[in-house]
């Protein structure tokens, strides 16, 4: 059993949605949500499931486009697929030997991860498409105006998308996400920037980053407490 605080009341879960207080410097972390420091046998199990959960997708989707995993063509259904494998492989590799409360903590950490990485993609995409529509929007700069509101607004809605899920009685109170949060965690939705076809943008090696990235929002979710 991994040896935590003494969890005394369900109303402590509100530190899964709350970036953890120290008197020093405000914040323990604001990307990583920890009530303690991780044990190393944890953070190996998480760090394991992880990669796991990465390469299993990520192989597979590069065996199906036939190219090789560091310039895979990423879509919605890429992004998705990947992140969300990660995410269940360092959750499954965190939750080996934890308590109840602990688990409960790394799957809404896994939830709020997951919704970081998919739902920007969604935004971007969606943004982009209807700069194509609209005559004043439909150059280069219209589409890197739609790719960083996208961001900015994906990142806040899967906040509130996590809230909802992972608290739909809203028992505990919301995870705020700051301008300062959504800079700290801007590589979880840096896959937009995979699908972009602005020829500046693509001379940015986004398709080389988003395996290790991926394996560090299942890393980050499986050793959440």
């Known amino acids: 059993m991994i040896k935590g605080i003494n969890h005394t009341s369900e109303y402590t879960t509100l530190n899964s949605f709350s970036s953890n207080r120290n008197a020093k410097n405000g ?3 604001y990307r990583y949500h920890k009530m303690r420091e991780s044990e190393r046998n944890e953070s190996i199990r998480a760090l394991t499931g992880a990669i796991v959960g990465t390469a299993i997708p990520l ?3 590069a065996k199906k486009q036939r190219k090789n995993i560091l310039n895979m063509k990423y879509g919605l259904k890429e992004i998705a697929g990947i992140s969300a494998g990660s995410i269940i492989g360092g959750v499954a590799g965190g939750m080996i030997g934890a308590d109840k409360f602990d688990r409960k903590q790394k799957v809404n950490e896994g939830i709020f ?5 998919a739902v ?3 935004v971007v995409f969606g ?3 209807l700069t194509e529509k609209i005559k004043p929007l439909n150059n280069v700069y219209g589409k890197i105006g739609a790719i960083f509101t996208g ?3 994906g990142m806040f809605g899967a906040a509130k998308l996590s809230n909802l899920i992972c608290d739909p009685y809203d028992r505990v109170p919301d995870r705020k996400l700051t301008m300062k949060d959504s800079l700290a965690n801007i590589d ?6 995979a699908m972009t076809d602005i020829p500046v943008l693509k001379k940015v ?3 080389s980053l988003l395996p290790p990235i991926y394996v560090l929002c299942g890393y980050r979710a499986g050793e959440s407490n």
């Open 113 to 117: 991860q997951f919704m970081n990485a």
């Open 205 to 207: 090696p986004v398709a």
């Open 27 to 29: 914040y323990l972390s």
């Open 120 to 122: 920007p993609p969604v």
């Open 59 to 61: 192989l597979t989707l």
């Open 188 to 193: 979880d939705a840096i896959g937009a920037l």
């Open 151 to 153: 961001l900015l607004a």
């Open 127 to 129: 943004l982009t498409k």
